[in-house]
């Protein structure tokens, strides 16, 4: 051979190992590249979910395999499904859940990738019966660890087999695992520290979050927003009589009946002790009276086991806002009017769904209805006070509507766009009044952690109604009278005062100048209420109001239990009419609720008002 044939051998050899070494570059730059991507990518997620959809989707595109998989080890070593996707990016479901499990327990007993190019070539795992019904050819699988513990694996895998897999397609794929594993694990400790250790709901702290962060976009790029609180009715008994473990349990349940209730884009959470929140965005009052129903029937009709022998039966109140963006401004503003709707609730006896529907601006379902002359006097009253300011009282029985005609006024008023408070005094504990109304500074005593707003102040410029003044004690009474008079709060703790401008309302059901005789009222309150205030007439002195009340009732359940009720037989009214309410409207309505639910007939028959039970039927 000549030297001069030698010499372009050579040449050829090294200009070809030049050309390998140049593709070699370039095939590992494009998989770093590719690398960095999914690394941005999956970097946006921290929900669990989307980084595993993230990271199978990449595991697809790079491998040319069919399926991917995420399964997940626990402490124990038992293996479970997670997430499956295929080639056309289509979710598979448990049902579609099928893969070698002799290539899962072989990644568990070595932590060690596994790359088999013609499964049928394999003598490992040939004659499996996995391998063999799936008719696998290609498989890819790698352990996902952190700390050198264990936590799942990624695995791919095709019907066609794989001409080879060079170094760099193997060092990629274990690459794509061990970031794999970072990402879900940071995943799974955002999640754990969002979810609700109790019922698996959202915890409030990420509700409130997110909560924030759909009101910013309504109001940025419109549409609606509704906000839904559920109480357990009596919940505290049930602790105190079968224990913290049985109320636990019972939570538990609840929460896994919510969870299966709402729909993806709803955010369900345990909102604090036995109070759930949910908000769904896009949906309005029908919507939101559909869905709490829902709720309401899974949690009524279930039955909760407290001991070995006996189950017991819960009841939930409810309360529903629904807002239009133009009048949602922070997550505050919803929460303040949908702790009001779920107070009305219960301040009926509980078991009970109150919604204010602010799109078409009118409270549901309650309305004033009558036609007598105390009746007309009484919408005089709502009217013209509603043009003040000034502070008012609204006198009247249990059940004659104090709350509601407190809220009518604020409707009316220039202040109904901003919140209307209600404050329940008879229910407030006398050591938490001046905290509840007035609120305290971080470390003004033992356990206050953080600054909290009173009551006074998250109605600013808004309504707060005090329910029930006369329980309130002396000392608290002069504070009142002061914001009244100065317009001015001080939180607990604070060293100077904050300036507030809210419209008082209160009621009492007691008389306030017997109270203020025998010294447990203030004088100079009172003198200061009683410029504005409304006495409500018992429902048994405006007879010609029962008749319009009830048939509004009765058209309002009938919608509400799909009901064709058209009215009242002539025997019922007679019985209506003649009937004692001493607990006024609200025990007519709670009536008539019943009557529409027993009856059989279109017609509300007599037998189907059953007033007997009391005994005191005129």
């Known amino acids: 051979m000549k030297h001069g044939d030698k010499y372009k051998k050579k040449l050829k050899k090294i200009k070809t190992k030049k050309h390998l070494n140049n593709k070699h570059l370039i095939k590992e730059n494009r998989y770093l590249k590719a690398l960095l991507e999914i690394t941005n990518k999956i970097s946006k997620y921290k929900e669990v979910d989307k980084v595993i959809k993230a990271i199978l989707k990449a595991s697809l595109e790079f491998t040319n395999a069919d399926r991917g998989f995420i399964m997940l080890c626990n402490q124990e070593g038992v293996w479970s499904y997670k997430i499956g996707i295929d080639v056309n990016k289509k979710l598979l479901s448990l049902g579609d859940f099928k893969v070698s499990m002799s290539v899962i327990n072989k990644i568990a007993s070595d932590k060690k990738s596994i790359f088999l190019k013609d499964v049928i070539k394999e003598k490992e795992f040939k004659k499996k019966k996995s391998i063999r019904e799936l008719k696998l050819r290609m498989i890819l699988a790698a352990p996902l660890e952190i700390n050198e513990n264990l936590i799942g694996a990624l695995y791919v895998d095709s019907q066609t087999p794989m001409k080879d897999f060079s170094e760099i397609e193997k060092k990629f794929f274990e690459a794509l695992a061990g970031l794999s594993s970072v990402a879900l694990n940071s995943a799974q400790l955002y999640e754990s520290s969002i979810i609700d250790y109790l019922t698996g709901l959202k915890n409030s702290y990420y509700f409130n979050l997110k909560l924030q962060e759909d009101v910013t976009r309504i109001t940025r790029y419109g549409g609606k927003i509704s906000l839904l609180l559920l109480d357990l009715d009596g919940f505290k008994s049930i602790n105190y009589t079968f224990g913290y473990l049985t109320g636990n349990r019972i939570l538990q349940k609840i929460g896994e009946l919510i969870n299966n209730s709402v729909r993806k884009p709803d955010l369900a959470t345990r909102w604090g002790g036995d109070e759930f929140a949910i908000v769904c965005p896009e949906t309005d009052a029908h919507g939101m009276m559909t869905l709490a129903r829902r709720i309401q029937r899974k949690i009524t009709k279930f039955s909760y086991s407290v001991s070995a022998d006996q189950k017991i039966k819960i009841t939930v109140s409810i309360g529903i806002v629904s807002f239009p963006t133009i009048r949602v401004e922070t997550k505050e503003q919803l929460i303040i009017e949908a702790e009001n709707a779920l107070f009305l609730s219960k301040s009926q006896g509980g078991d009970k769904i109150t919604c204010f529907n602010y799109l078409n601006r ?80 971080k470390g003004a005593f033992a356990g206050a952690v953080a600054t909290k707003k009173g009551k006074f102040e998250r109605a600013s410029y808004g309504t707060i109604l005090l329910r029930e003044i006369g329980v309130i004690p002396l000392p608290l009474q002069e504070k009142v009278l002061r914001v009244i008079n100065e317009k001015k709060i001080r939180r607990i703790g604070a060293k100077s005062s904050i300036k507030t401008d809210v419209r008082i309302i209160v009621t009492s059901r007691s008389n306030l100048v017997n109270e203020m005789k025998k010294g447990r009222f203030s004088s100079a309150l009172f003198n200061r209420l009683k410029r504005f205030t409304i006495n409500i007439p018992q429902l048994r002195k405006r007879k010609k109001d029962i008749l319009p009340i009830a048939e509004h009732y009765l058209k309002f359940y009938s919608k509400v239990y799909k009901k064709l009720s058209k009215g009242f037989s002539d025997e019922a009214k007679r019985k209506i009419l003649a009937y004692d309410w001493l607990g006024n409207a609200r025990e007519l309505r709670y009536y008539i609720e019943k009557a529409v639910i027993i009856t059989k007939g279109n017609t509300i028959s007599s037998d189907d008002i059953d007033l007997e039970s009391r005994g005191n039927s005129k």
Request: charged content about 25%.
């Open 362 to 441: 009118e409270p549901l379902p309650v309305e004033l209805v009558g036609v007598s002359k105390g009746h007309q006097k009484l919408l005089k009253q709502i009217n013209d006070f509603s043009q003040s300011a000034s502070p008012t009282l609204i006198l009247g029985e249990d059940g004659t509507g104090k709350t509601l005609v407190a809220n009518c006024i604020h409707k009316l008023s220039s202040r109904k766009d901003f919140p209307f408070i209600v404050v329940n005094c008879d229910v407030i504990s006398k050591i938490s009044f001046e905290d509840e109304l007035f609120g305290h500074e």
